[in-house]
């Protein structure tokens, strides 16, 4: 695991002269090493977070044997062992043993085709200096960053944005385009950053920077092909794919280990390490009630006998972290439950340099709740839509099941935006001081239209792992493990599980309104009794209870900043803080978006005090 810069000079001169003050800024996502590569118009940069090949023969940039191709890459391949060998009996020379220089001879086997080859988690790119280019890719999920830039002197790509406020000619600017969909999703949408002039390069997606143009192509596509075959041939090939897959992401000359909630899905992956032998384990809650998984997780720890720690964090340290956690982030990330990760993340670093962990599994097999709402809408989607949207405007408020029915008279296209929905259009309009802006559906439009031959469960899953999961599941994840120099892999998102996973029958996905289905059945052997029907929480915050008080004032403040009527109603903003407050509403995922975008807005752009 590392972090790069690739910098194309379009000047003819050398317009970044000091790359080792440029990585200086993603250091922590290498701490362990550095170099840097000044060749033709190109400049690269690269730190190095050691886990395969501890040498100095790993070192990046990388070249060939004969100088014409130069690689900068984060991530990790998990085949990368059976591609090598494949590539020695074809001549290829290997100077390490790492699994970036895989990539490399890959690229010179078979150009720009070699992505597809690729197992695990990646971004790079390579200098092919024969063609006088850029050629690179990121993983099929997202898993990994990559961004990049472009300006009438360079063209940039880097695994954190913030690199590129260190390069010259660059100013830090609010994309304000992108502020909207933020206050819907709580993240920014992909390819859009928050930062204008900044983007980036799509998941499945390769690249190729030549002469002042780029072109992406997608090499992969996310697809789900249901297939009717036995329930316990489902569970069977379940078991294989995933067991295979955690075998492989265990590959590393370093120690590892895994986090662990309460949930299913992080003691499926430790009870499978443990099958392997001893297994590290790591958790953190809160002190508030109903807001911690330490106990379950705790269970589930004696239950397989793992080496567990745990951490209890407190609304003071949550607070005083979080600017720094916001600058980590590069783009502003409003889920709380990120910052849990954090300290998981720091706590698990001083022991292991790499952990497991269970993203990924809720998109790939169906397990958000969220995933049921087509289920309990069946009753009514027999009848015909215009009879129950009649229905809906004529049933009296005060009754119950006038929520139900405006459900049902909504097409999943327009209701679900993902699984983080938190400002509305008509809540927009009212707190956002430009009028004119472009609706969410902009966003999961096209998207519903690729899926439009699946059900509606499906074609959430699909919105889902096109925005939430890679715009903020996986964005939380890599920031904030490598905010603590600690790699994270994430076995579910492995392409051959979720190949198989595409594969399941709805009615095992989900069934007697358990979510997930074959997942949990498949390992009931393996896991506690208890985790196996427990709910999904994921690490939930206290966030609505320190609103109202250990946070209250000082959110208060930050929010009163004048610096935040350039783009807001302040008025509104203060309504929105006084009722939450005061407990006549529960406001806590609007008002922890605005926090965070301050946070954001003061770090990288300057003007809020």
Wanted: hydrophobic share 40%; glycine share 6%; with cysteine.
């Amino acid at each position: 695991m590392c972090g790069f810069i690739s910098v194309w000079d379009k000047t003819g001169g050398r317009i970044v002269r000091d790359l080792d003050t440029v990585t200086e800024t993603f250091k922590h996502r290498g701490p362990d090493d550095y170099d840097s590569l000044y060749l033709g118009p190109v400049a690269m940069g690269f730190r190095r977070l050691r886990i395969i090949d501890l040498s100095a023969r790993g070192r990046q940039p990388m070249l060939n044997e004969d100088g014409t191709l130069v690689l900068t890459f984060n991530g990790e391949i998990y085949n990368y062992l059976a591609l090598r060998d494949d590539l020695l009996r074809k001549g290829h020379v290997f100077r390490s043993e790492s699994d970036s220089e895989v990539v490399l001879h890959l690229y010179e086997e078979e150009g720009e085709e070699c992505v597809k080859k690729l197992r695990g988690m990646f971004a790079f790119c390579v200098y092919d200096q024969k063609r006088n280019q850029f050629f690179g890719a990121r993983d099929r999920f997202g898993i990994k960053p990559l961004f990049y830039t472009e300006t009438a002197e360079f063209f940039a790509l880097a695994s954190e944005a913030k690199a590129f406020t260190k390069l010259p000619s660059f100013e830090a600017r609010l994309n304000e385009a992108a502020l909207p969909h933020y206050l819907t999703f709580q993240y920014v949408p992909e390819p859009e950053t928050m930062f204008a002039g900044v983007y980036k390069v799509p998941p499945a997606h390769s690249f190729v920077w030549r002469a002042g143009n780029l072109t992406m192509t997608r090499y992969w596509q996310v697809s789900f092909s249901p297939q009717e075959r036995p329930l316990e041939d489902i569970l069977a090939g379940t078991r294989d794919v995933l067991r295979e897959a955690v075998r492989l992401h265990t590959q590393a000359d370093v120690p590892w280990g895994a986090f662990l909630s309460g949930g299913i899905d992080s003691t499926i992956i430790v009870g499978l390490l443990r099958e392997m032998g001893p297994v590290s384990t790591f958790s953190v809650g809160y002190e508030e009630e109903g807001y911690s998984e330490l106990s379950e997780a705790a269970e589930t720890a004696r239950y397989l006998d793992t080496n567990h720690e745990e951490y209890v964090i407190r609304p003071e340290e949550y607070w005083r972290d979080l600017p720094n956690l916001v600058w980590h982030f590069d783009d502003p990330v409003a889920d709380p439950a990120a910052i849990s990760l954090y300290y998981v993340a720091r706590m698990a670093s001083k022991k292991i340099t790499v952990t497991l962990s269970g993203e990924g599994a809720d998109e790939v097999f169906g397990g958000y709740g969220i995933y049921k709402e087509p289920g309990d809408l069946m009753p009514l989607a027999r009848l015909p839509q215009p009879l129950v949207t009649v229905a809906h405007k004529l049933w009296p408020g005060f009754l119950p099941g006038k929520n139900y029915l405006r459900r049902a008279a909504t097409p999943v296209e327009k209701r679900f935006f993902g699984n983080a929905f938190i400002f509305s259009e008509e809540e927009k309009m009212k707190l956002l001081k430009q009028k004119k802006f472009k609706p969410a559906t902009v966003v999961t439009a096209p998207l519903y239209r690729q899926a439009a031959n699946y059900d509606d469960v499906t074609k959430m899953q699909y919105i889902d792992l096109h925005t939430w999961m890679v715009g903020d599941i996986l964005v939380k994840a890599d920031k904030m493990t490598m905010a603590n120099s600690l790699e994270l892999r994430v076995p579910f998102l492995d392409h051959h599980v979720f190949e198989f996973a595409s594969t399941i029958p709805l009615r095992y996905r989900i069934k007697g309104g358990l979510t997930k289905y074959a997942l949990r059945q498949a390992f009931v052997d393996v896991v506690p009794p208890a985790a196996v029907n427990r709910p999904k929480r994921g690490f939930p915050v206290p966030t609505r209870v320190w609103l109202r008080g250990p946070l209250a004032k000082q959110v208060a403040e930050l929010l009163g900043d004048s610096a935040l009527g350039q783009y807001f109603n302040r008025s509104y903003i203060r309504t929105l803080v006084a009722d939450h407050r005061d407990g006549r509403a529960d406001h806590s995922r609007k008002i922890w978006v605005l926090v965070i975008f301050a946070l954001w807005l003061r770090q990288f752009i300057g003007k809020i005090k």
